[in-house]
T-cell receptor, first 115, second 114 residues
Framework: SQTIHQWPATLVQPVGSPLSLECTVEGTSNPNLYWYRQAAGRGLQLLFYSVGIGQISSEVPQNLSASRPQDRQFILSSKKLLLSDSGFYLC??????????????FGSGTQLSVL | SQQGEEDPQALSIQEGENATMNCSYKTSINNLQWYRQNSGRGLVHLILIRSNEREKHSGRLRVTLDTSKKSSSLLITASRAADTASYFCATDGYSGAGSYQLTFGKGTKLSVIP
């Protein structure tokens, strides 16, 4: 069966520090991978998605970047965190992004607090 | 981009009662999905309804879709305390780059009181 791992679960970082969140998927190959951010009391905002190794699409201009060095690994990074980067970050995968009926499978999330 | 908007934002009911949440969206869709999120956790897919379907059931869940009104509802029957969570609708949208994306609403926070 497929599983998705996301870590760390919580993170407190000072403003201006770097960030690296990692997400890995097991039990499937060539998944579509996503990073979402959820601000308190708000919906999910799609940040990045990837349909393959080295292929990253950005949905929102921001202080963050994403990379996919391996088929089932997706990394969210920042060189210098801002206060506004605080939020709940969720990694997700789906089987085939070219189909309109694919559901997403989410990781357990990372609560990032930038102080 | 189109976005589902859930209504109400928060709902508090007694255990055993039914809970109804609504979702409205702006443009045509291929399907609409409902997800559940326990506090501080990731989202879990509940049910998908296609644009040519009007109603779908899964256990205690009943989803309706009215494409003419661009709205959907999620009904949870005989609610339990364990149903306490936030519920999100998500609509698909063609990204224009040969693929689809899901856009989520802000969710309905359901509290079921024992």
């Amino acid at each position: 069966s497929q599983t998705i791992h996301q870590w760390p679960a919580t993170l407190v970082q000072p403003v201006g520090s770097p960030l690296s969140l990692e997400c890995t998927v097991e039990g499937t190959s060539n998944p579509n991978l996503y990073w979402y951010r959820q601000a308190a009391g708000r919906g999910l905002q799609l940040l990045f998605y990837s349909v393959g190794i080295g292929q990253i699409s950005s949905e929102v201009p921001q202080n963050l970047s994403a990379s996919r060095p391996q088929d089932r690994q997706f990394i969210l990074s920042s060189k210098k965190l801002l206060l506004s980067d605080s939020g709940f970050y969720l990694c997700a995968w789906s089987g085939n992004r070219d189909r309109a009926d694919e559901k997403l499978f989410f990781g357990s999330g990372t609560q990032l607090s930038v102080l | 981009s189109q976005q589902g908007e859930e209504d109400p934002q928060a709902l508090s009911i007694q255990e055993g009662e039914n809970a109804t949440m609504n979702c409205s969206y702006k443009t045509s869709i291929n399907n609409l999905q409902w997800y559940r999120q326990n506090s501080g956790r990731g989202l879990v897919h509940l049910i998908l309804i296609r644009s040519n379907e009007r109603e779908k059931h899964s256990g205690r869940l009943r989803v309706t879709l009215d494409t003419s009104k661009k709205s959907s509802s999620l009904l949870i029957t005989a609610s339990r305390a364990a149903d306490t969570a936030s519920y999100f609708c998500a609509t698909d949208g063609y990204s224009g780059a040969g693929s689809y994306q899901l856009t989520f609403g802000k969710g309905t926070k359901l509290s079921v009181i024992p």
